[in-house]
């Protein structure tokens, strides 16, 4: 059992680069999310899908996008990369509302 | 503006004892809280939820207690173990909507 699968486990950018995280789910699960964590912070919210083709922001969108082609993965594109980037970033997933997310292990990404 | 707070940022606790974690919130909509743990470099786990309509909900040695009127929720531990140490975050949703986190609280436990 993969459960949700991100890669790489830790990068790091330039200023201006881009680069792409990746986050796959063997679960067939609807709904997929991309949150970022700050050092004492919780978990914000980026961007979110509930199903493949529909994706909607969340609580901190700006410099990123995303995509939803399949119901598996849920790719996160980071443009123009900035020091306020520097985070750890998570992919989850759920089967549906009312349920717990499942998560990746995270993608440490520090900007410099 | 903080839907979800957790204001102790640590808990230290001897092995053995309780370990109470609170959070608080403020969206009256709130109805499926949640906890997980988080250890160093991996992603937060499911501990335990609740929904509200319960006050109550057990899972082993973890249990968690809503109070809607007060809107306060709290993680207890009984009893704490050393592999227990490690963020916990509460986590609240509205229905239909996405899971909102606190900022964590790390707990130590004492061998």
């Known amino acids: 059992n993969a459960g949700v699968t991100q890669t790489p486990k830790f990068r790091i950018l330039k200023i201006g680069q881009s680069m792409t995280l990746q986050c796959t789910q063997d679960m067939n699960h609807n709904y997929m999310y991309w949150y970022r964590q700050d050092p004492g912070m919780g978990l914000k919210l980026i961007y979110y899908?509930?199903?493949?083709?529909?994706?909607d922001k969340g609580e901190v969108p700006n410099g990123y996008n995303v995509s939803r082609s399949t119901t598996e993965d849920f790719p996160l594109r980071l443009e123009l990369a900035a020091p306020s980037q520097t985070s750890v970033y998570f992919c989850?997933?759920?089967?549906?509302?009312?349920?717990?997310?499942?998560f990746g292990s995270g993608t440490r990404l520090t900007v410099v | 503006d903080q839907q979800v707070k957790q204001n102790s940022p640590s808990l230290s606790v001897q092995e053995g004892r309780i370990s109470i974690l609170n959070c608080d919130y403020t969206n009256s909509m709130f109805d499926y809280f949640l906890w997980y743990k988080k250890y160093p470099a991996e992603g937060p786990t499911f501990l335990i939820s609740i929904s509200s309509i319960k006050d109550k909900n057990e899972d082993g040695r973890f249990t968690v207690f809503l109070n809607k009127s007060a809107k306060h929720l709290s993680l207890h531990i009984v009893p704490s173990q050393p592999g227990d140490s490690a963020v916990y975050f509460c986590a609240a949703e509205a229905y239909g909507n996405k899971l909102v986190f606190g900022a964590g609280t790390i707990l130590r436990v004492k061998s």
């Open positions: 989850a997933s759920r089967p549906g509302t009312g349920n717990g997310y499942t």
């Open positions: 899908s509930v199903g493949a083709g529909i994706t």
